[in-house]
C-alpha cells in the first residue's frame, strides 16, 4: 500500500470516526433533549393540574359565598318583612283598640267590669283614671258607681291617661292599665310568635 493509500485510508478512518462520534454525540444530544422535554412536560402537567385544583377550590369557595349571602339576605328579607307585618298588625289594633275605647259605652261598660271584678275579688279601695276628654264617661260612672264609690272607689280625670282608663290600687303602690296602648302591647305580645311563625314557614 502506497502512502497516498496509506493516508486516504486514515483520513476515512478519521472521518468515519468523526461521523461516529458526532452521530453518537447527536444521538446522545437527542436523549437528553427528549428525556428534558418530557421532564418539562411532566412538570407543565403538575403544574396544571395544581392550577386547575387550586380554581376549583377557588370556585367552590366563591359558590359557597355567594350560596351564604343568597340565605343571609333571605334571612334579612323575611325578617324585614316579618317587621313590616308586625308594625302594620300593631297599627292596625292600636288604631281599632283606641276608636273601641272612643265610644263612652264600651268604655264605661268595661271601667264597670273592672271595678265590679277587683271589688269581688276583695279589693276595699280602687283609684280609677279616666282621660281628661272623657268627662261624661267620668260622670256616668260615678253616678252608676255610687255604692262602689261609697266603699272607696274614686274615679279621677287624668291628662296622662290617653284612650281606655287605669286602675291603681293599694295606694297606687300597684296600677293595672287598659289604655289602647297597654292592650295592643299584650295582644302583639300573644300574636308575635305566631305571626313569626307564619312568616318562617
Known sequence: MSEEQHLQALLDKIHSEGIAQAEAKAAEIIANAE??????????????????????????????????????????????????????????????????????DTLSSLAQNAVRTYLSSGQKELDLYLSNNAVAVAEALRNSLAAQ???????????NTGSGFRVRLDNGRVEHDFTAEAITTAIASRVRPQLAALLHK
Not at 149 to 159: E, K
Open 149 to 159: 264609690a261609697a266603699q272607696g272607689v274614686n274615679i279621677t280625670l287624668d291628662q
Open 35 to 104: 428525556t428534558r422535554a418530557k421532564e418539562i412536560v411532566a412538570l407543565a402537567e403538575r403544574a396544571a393540574a395544581e392550577h386547575r385544583q387550586s380554581a376549583e377550590r377557588d370556585a367552590n369557595a366563591f359558590e359557597q359565598r355567594g350560596n351564604d349571602a343568597v340565605q343571609q339576605a333571605s334571612r334579612d328579607i323575611i325578617l324585614s318583612v316579618a317587621q313590616a307585618v308586625q308594625q302594620q298588625l300593631e297599627s292596625l289594633l292600636l288604631a281599632a283598640n283606641r276608636e273601641s275605647l272612643a265610644t263612652p
